[in-house]
């Protein structure tokens, strides 16, 4: 299994519908990470949390929530999806306990395509 | 401003030979690392190296080396005897601290390099 899980894998939804993405880790990292990425863009920084209670905006945070339910789930929502957030999301993780080079363990990604 | 800018949206090479993928970093801290993480068509993130900005030495991990070059601040990745295999898209990353303390970072990557290895 991986360490890194994101669910859904695949995602059809329509404008206006809520979706969350859901991301659960085994490796007993602190800090946890939403990016999201577009051809030709590279990936961008929507949510970060360095522990439960310390949650941020990263560069692309509108139209975007999130919850740490528990150190090891980080769940990202779009209350109302709309087409231009079709892409690839990515969650991703780092220890801040370990030798620390910032390092990023990444899930296997969640494709989303808003119709 | 862009702080990683890759400035080849596409790569060529021929199987068995070598590659550098080019990487500039803007950046006025002191302390920072740098990350070269490829991404093959099924889409998942591997990191392939990692270079801190105070290491002495250019980092290697098998067939990747990264070409540091402070003063330019660029982090190159070289890809030695190229295998079809390596025919993935490449993004370079560096690590950024965030708030205070210095114990908090984030990533910014790059737009990514789009490697094609011929036979």
């Known amino acids: 299994d991986a360490d890194v899980t994101q669910t859904p894998r695949n995602r059809i939804t329509k404008t206006g519908k809520r979706i969350m993405l859901e991301c659960s880790q085994t490796k007993g990292h602190d800090r946890m990470y939403w990016y999201r990425q577009d051809p030709g863009l590279g990936l961008q920084l929507i949510y970060y949390s360095f522990d439960v209670k310390d949650i941020n905006k990263g560069e692309i945070s509108d139209g975007y929530s999130v919850s740490r339910q528990a150190q090891a789930k980080f769940s990202l929502s779009l209350e109302s999806a709309i087409p231009n957030q079709t892409a690839l999301y990515f969650c991703a993780t780092s220890d801040s306990t370990a030798r620390d080079t910032g390092e990023l363990f990444f899930g296997e990604g969640s494709r989303l395509t808003v119709l | 401003a862009q702080k990683i800018t890759q400035t080849q949206p596409g790569m060529f090479v021929q199987e068995k030979e070598a590659v550098t993928l080019d990487c500039t970093y803007d950046t006025s801290d002191p302390s920072y690392g740098l990350f070269w993480y490829k991404q093959p068509s099924s889409g998942e993130m591997i990191f392939l190296i990692y270079q801190g900005s105070y290491d002495q030495q250019n980092a290697t991990e098998g067939r990747y080396s990264l070409n540091f070059q402070k003063a330019r601040k660029s982090a190159n990745l070289v890809i030695s005897a190229s295998q079809l295999g390596d025919s993935a898209m490449y993004f370079c990353?560096?690590?950024?601290?965030?708030?205070?303390?210095?114990?908090?970072?984030?990533?910014?990557f790059g737009k990514g390099t789009l490697l094609t290895v011929n036979p």
């Open positions: 990353a560096m690590r950024e601290g965030i708030g205070s303390g210095g114990s908090n970072y984030k990533l910014t």
